[in-house]
Every structure is written in structure tokens, then in C-alpha cells.
């Protein structure tokens, strides 16, 4: 992959340069995200302060629900008009259903989905077992080769990304809460550097939309801080769900660049990272953005 160092160079100004002209800085927007559900209301937090990391950077982290307009953060706040839950539905029904090649359901080994409540709060992490670092795919994948004696599902594919979502339900209202430290540092000092890195012939970074013009107006886009506390999430833009990364294979390739893989390591690590920017919001479960 094209890669270049964080000095600023002509190009990148230039392409910045235009692409900012006419942008007006909006603030997030000023609201509180309850979530109306089967089993009565869940309020997220959607906004607090940053991790010590971030203290010089952002008084208070957001999530991207404050970036979107009235219609598209409403459609979260009840469970019956968010797009996303026909993919929640869509992956229990094969939470349940004997895929494996000797009737193995992911039901028969964990019972319930609730029976993963917590687990998206923490992810990206290192394996105990294995000293490896992965992210929630990764742990779908051992069930569906290791145990059901499967071919492993693709990062972005549809089976992965129902999963995924029914998955991360589990998890609504919980902090995210990811560890950067010990077993975890060299990967998130990996993920950091990506997150700084310009690439592609437009020679932008991570830092260039969601730090350093963080709340500005492109067009009609509301430059958010990019945090992946929704995701999953359903995207209008796309008629479906996208994963963080998903996300990030686009992100790249708005650079014109030659991108990491999904599940890459690469990839893995700015997960980490970018997950850790946003500890202390608590995850939407399914999100919706524009």
C-alpha cells in the first residue's frame, strides 16, 4: 500500500485544501439517545470525557449519532423503525439453526445470544491462549471452522456481518472498555500509527477528517470523530450493515490508495486503536448512520 509519513506535504494540503473549501464547522448536535426496546428503554452514552491518551485532543468524545441528522438519529431510538434489526433477526435465526456438519448450532455450545453480553464492549483483544490479537470475526470464524467444521465466512460477508449484529446487541448500554495496555500496547502502538499515517495519492490520514476537522461540514457530510461505538451499523447509504471493517476499507480507498484487507493485521490493530478512542461510550448495539 502506498504509504507516507505524517509531514504535511503539498499535495496533501492542496487536496485538503479543496476538499475543506466552503466547509462550515457545525457543532455535534446538542441530545440525549434513549433507546425504546422489547425489554423497556436503554439509554447510551453518547457523549463523556476522553481517555487520558485523548485528554489534549478532544474535551469530549462523541459518538457519531451526535453527527447525523434529525431523521437518521431518530430512526435509533426505537428498535421498531431501526433498519438494523431485520440483520439482529437475521442472525439469530442462524444462531439457532444446526449449520454444522454434524448439526452444531452456535446455540448447542453458548445457549442464548445474551450468553455474549459484554463481549463487543471489549473487543479488539489479545487472545489469552494464543497471545494473538482478534477481533470479533475472528472468534466467529474458530466456531464456524474449528467446531462446526465449516469454510470460514468472509470478514465483510453477509453470514459475518448478521452475526455480528446480533452479537453486538448483546452488549447495549455497556462501556466500551478496550485494553491498550500490556499484551495489548504493541498492537495498539501499531493501530496508532496507522491512525496517523497519510496515504494514497491524496495523502491523508485518519487524523485529517477525524481530528483535525472533526465537526466541519463537507458538502452535506457532518465530519464526525469517527467513533466505532455503533458499529455495526446500517448505513443509507448503502441499504445495509458495515462493519468497522468495512469502514475502514473505504476510508482508505477515499485516498486513493491500494487498502489493507478486512481482517487483516494491519486492520486488526487500527480496530484497536479506534476502539479505544471512544472508552467510556457505551455501545448502540446496532447503529444507523447516513
Known amino acids: 500500500m502506498p504509504r507516507f509519513t505524517k509531514t504535511k506535504g503539498t ?21 440525549g439517545l434513549v433507546i425504546e426496546t422489547d425489554s423497556g428503554p436503554v439509554e447510551i452514552v453518547t457523549k463523556t470525557a476522553p481517555p487520558a491518551f485523548l485528554a489534549d485532543t478532544f474535551d469530549t468524545i462523541y459518538s457519531g449519532w451526535h453527527f447525523r441528522d434529525d ?7 426505537d428498535d421498531f423503525d431501526n433498519p438494523a434489526m431485520v440483520f439482529v433477526d437475521r442472525g439469530l435465526d442462524k444462531w439457532n439453526a444446526a449449520m454444522g ?5 452456535c446455540a448447542s455450545c453458548h445457549q442464548g445470544p445474551e450468553s455474549m453480553a459484554g463481549l463487543r464492549a471489549v473487543m479488539p483483544r489479545v487472545d489469552e491462549h494464543t497471545g494473538k490479537l482478534m477481533i470479533m470475526e475472528d472468534y466467529v470464524n474458530a466456531c464456524v471452522t474449528e467446531r462446526m ?14 452475526m455480528l449484529s446480533l452479537i453486538s446487541l448483546q452488549s447495549r448500554g455497556m462501556a466500551v472498555n478496550v ?17 496517523y499515517t497519510r496515504y494514497g495519492q491524496l495523502e491523508m490520514s485518519c487524523a485529517n477528517c477525524h481530528e483535525d476537522n472533526a465537526g466541519n461540514m463537507i458538502r452535506a457530510d457532518h465530519l464526525s470523530q469517527g467513533q466505532i461505538n455503533g458499529f455495526p451499523t446500517y448505513r443509507l447509504k448503502d441499504s445495509g450493515m458495515v462493519t468497522a471493517q468495512h469502514r475502514f476499507v473505504g476510508c482508505v480507498r477515499d485516498t486513493r490508495a491500494e487498502t489493507f484487507k478486512a481482517g487483516s493485521d494491519d486492520f486488526k490493530a487500527l480496530e484497536l486503536y479506534v476502539a479505544s478512542r471512544g472508552n467510556g461510550l457505551s455501545v448502540e448495539g446496532v447503529s444507523v448512520r447516513h
Open 11 to 31: 499535495l496533501a494540503a492542496t487536496a485538503l485544501g479543496l476538499a475543506l473549501a466552503g466547509a462550515a464547522f457545525a457543532d455535534p448536535v446538542e441530545d
Open 71 to 77: 431523521s437518521t438519529r431518530d430512526l435509533e431510538r
Open 101 to 105: 456438519v454434524n448439526g452444531e448450532s
Open 149 to 162: 467444521g465449516l469454510e470460514k465466512w468472509g470478514v465483510t460477508s453477509d453470514n459475518m456481518k448478521d
Open 179 to 195: 485494553k491498550i495496555d500490556g499484551p495489548a500496547a504493541p498492537y495498539w502502538e501499531h493501530g496508532k500509527e496507522i491512525y
